[in-house]
């Protein structure tokens, strides 16, 4: 069945560090997400991203936070200046139809 | 704009026992409602869905009617089980997938 690949799955970084997460969505997915989830909340919209642009995004996603889909099959979140709460899990998720199917997350430790 | 309450947890139940979590939403348009899972250490899981009013979403013996008059999704389980111990969370879409806070459920045998 196919699925949803994010890695690393845990990453530690230093406060101000930057942090790329990767995911690679289903292949012939055309919408794409990012969620994160910080420890014992509720599971927050980040960013959608659709032919190639972002279509949708929340204001926890501000300046310190990009994506990219660089290649046909990586969708990346960069985070340029990491924030000690901006420790969490992150999923990816894609769809093509109504069912998004989402990774098994990135856990982001920043210290 | 778009928005999911559901029940605060936790709920405690026992084996056999009935289950509900209520979820209500407030949307622009018609959007689409899901129960989603997440297991101790795992991502999400899509558990059920339904598109359009009336709609009944059903898996692993769980169910969920899709209620336009009181705006309600709520989740049912006849007999929980202790591997059903796990997070709920309702969710919409009209776009971008939007959660509430979930629910935590723990089935002690």
């Known amino acids: 069945e196919p699925e949803v690949t994010q890695t690393p799955s845990h990453q530690v970084t230093q406060m101000g560090q930057e942090v790329i997460l990767r995911c690679v969505p289903i292949s012939n997915h055309l919408y794409f997400y990012w969620y994160r989830q910080i420890l014992g909340q509720k599971v927050e919209f980040l960013v959608s991203f659709y032919n190639n642009e972002i279509s949708e995004k929340s204001e926890i996603f501000d300046d310190q936070f990009s994506v990219e889909r660089p290649d046909g099959s990586n969708f990346t979140l960069k985070i340029r200046s990491t924030k000690l709460e901006d420790s969490a899990m992150y999923f990816c998720?894609?769809?093509?139809?109504?069912?998004?199917?989402f990774g098994q997350g990135t856990r982001l430790t920043v210290v | 704009g778009n928005s999911v309450t559901q029940m605060e947890g936790p709920v405690t139940l026992s084996e056999e026992a009935f289950l509900t979590i209520n979820c209500t939403y407030t949307?622009?348009?018609?959007?689409?409602l899901f129960w989603y899972v997440q297991y101790p250490g795992e991502g999400l899981q899509l558990l059920l869905k339904a598109t359009k009013a009336d709609d009944k979403g059903s898996n692993k013996g769980f169910e969920a009617t899709y209620r336009k008059e009181t705006t309600s999704f709520h989740l049912e389980k006849g007999s929980v089980q202790v591997s059903d111990s796990a997070v709920y969370f309702c969710?919409?879409?009209?776009?971008?997938?939007?959660f509430g806070k979930g629910t935590t459920l723990s089935v002690s045998s």
């Open positions: 949307a622009t348009g018609y959007p689409s």
């Open positions: 998720a894609s769809r093509a139809g109504i069912q998004a199917f």
């Open positions: 969710a919409l879409t009209g776009g971008a997938l939007i």
